[in-house]
């Protein structure tokens, strides 16, 4: 690969990549660019997980952590309703509470405001990162013309304002648009949207397009990317760390584990416990003659409306398990029920492409990105909640930071995964 500057003889000159996710694979393209010969190890086929299913935005202007104050008191009332946007599973499972525990506990204003310019900082200059990439040929054929938020009443619309100006988006001047004004913008919606906003500038892309031609890139770029090698161990060894997996043993100088809600185990394996679970989200999409001409966000149903081509995405929901891996039907179900009537136009019978992602979730809501504490050579690149494909480029700048010792320490310590991991129970040092 092509090097911004070459290394010096301190520095590493090979690096694992465990997972192929869009995060492993900006964090691949980055440590290329900086000199490094790259293997990326993917368990399934690259961008599997959470990488291609989600709805897309690219909006840095926008971000903010889960847990915003009240949130505690929503969780409880949706584990009574399983059609809730944010549903968790009855069933006890001791570290899915303690995990939830802790959430509680970060979701007030300061944890909240704290939280929230910690990832403005981290996705700061996002846009110029992803027009870096389209340079080089990886796009999801980006659309750059703003989110429409869309409201089934006035007053909700002017909430759903207020709290997106405390952040400090570029929202659209004036008050939030009446219905009538709103269907002059965006005809396709139905009566359903009665009041909504323009946040400008924003993206939205298709993160299957934007993975596949990233893959592609590293290809070119003189990387080795390996499917269907699933971990069965890491170790550190002789001034190199080894992964063993079903497809082999590979080592190199350097490992990062960006395999998203699968890193803690990994992590297990050397010891390190990390506070990570899955916050699963749904998406399906139904064929639509006369797609929004931008990506909708329908404030009341917490769903997303992503125009790609002639179907729509339909994405959302917040599911707590246990089980990463399982589908339940109802989830689309029920997202299929809050969003047609804001879509009337829509083939809602033909529904497709339904997909489940396990989002890897932390308790403060902020990404886990630096050095293993204890375990020389090893990083971690995980859990950015429900902001991975947006924080994916920053993250892999990060990284690639951090490996080669030119990241910024400041940006980098309020990612640094030592806040919260710890020794894994029944595991030797």
């Not at 968790?88 to 979701?107: D, E, K, Q």
């Not at 200059?125 to 340079?135: I, K, N, P, S, W």
């Not at 990886?138 to 869309?150: C, I, S, T, Y």
């Not at 920053?394 to 010792?405: C, D, P």
């Amino acid at each position: 690969m092509s090097a911004t500057s070459p290394l010096s003889p301190s520095r590493p000159s090979t690096a694992l990549v465990v997972g192929g996710g869009v995060i492993g694979l900006a964090c691949a393209h980055e440590l290329g660019r900086a000199g490094l010969k790259v293997t990326v190890l993917e368990r399934d086929r690259l961008g599997s997980g959470a990488s291609r299913g989600n709805a897309g935005e690219v909006c840095p202007d926008i971000v903010e952590p889960l847990g915003s104050p009240g949130l505690t008191v929503k969780a409880v009332a949706g584990m009574l309703r399983p059609a809730s946007p944010l549903w968790i599973n009855p069933v006890p499972s001791a570290r899915l509470w303690g995990f939830l525990a802790r959430l509680g506990l970060h979701s007030t204003t300061r944890h909240y405001t704290a939280g929230a310019a910690s990832l403005a900082a981290l996705a700061e200059g996002t846009f110029a990162l992803f027009e870096e990439l389209e340079a080089l040929g990886v796009h999801g054929e980006a659309a750059k013309n703003g989110f429409l938020f869309a409201y089934p009443s006035y007053e909700e619309a002017e909430h759903g304002l207020a709290a997106l100006r405390r952040l400090g988006a570029p929202v659209t001047a004036g008050p939030p648009l009446t219905a009538l004004a709103l269907a002059d913008l965006e005809p396709a919606l139905g009566p359903a949207a009665r009041a909504g906003f323009v946040v400008e500038h924003q993206w939205s892309l298709d993160p299957t397009r934007f993975v596949d031609s990233l893959a592609r890139r590293l290809r070119a770029d003189g990387a080795t990317l390996v499917e269907g090698a699933r971990v069965t161990a890491v170790h550190r060894a002789g001034g190199r760390t080894e992964v063993r997996t079903s497809a082999g043993t590979y080592g190199a100088d350097v490992v990062v584990i960006a395999a998203g809600v699968w890193s803690r185990e990994h992590l297990r394996g050397l010891g390190v416990d990390v506070d990570l679970v899955a916050g699963k989200g749904y998406s399906f999409a139904v064929p639509a003659d006369e797609p929004p001409a931008r990506l909708v966000h329908l404030g009341s149903a917490k769903a997303v409306l992503t125009p790609l081509g002639k179907r729509v995405r339909v994405a959302g929901t917040m599911e707590f398990d246990r089980d990463p891996d399982r589908f339940r039907q109802r989830r689309v179900d029920a997202i299929a029920r809050a969003a047609r009537p804001y879509l009337p136009g829509a083939e809602w019978e033909r529904r497709e492409q339904e997909w489940m992602g396990p989002r890897p979730m932390t308790p403060d809501g902020l990404p886990l990105i630096g050095p293993v504490p204890g375990r020389p050579g090893v990083f971690l690149a995980t859990g950015h909640n429900m902001l991975g494909l947006m924080l994916a480029p920053a993250t892999g700048r990060l990284i690639a930071g951090l490996v080669t010792g030119t990241a910024d320490s400041t940006l980098a310590a309020r990612f640094a995964p030592r806040r919260v991991a710890r020794r894994a129970r029944g595991v030797p040092r």
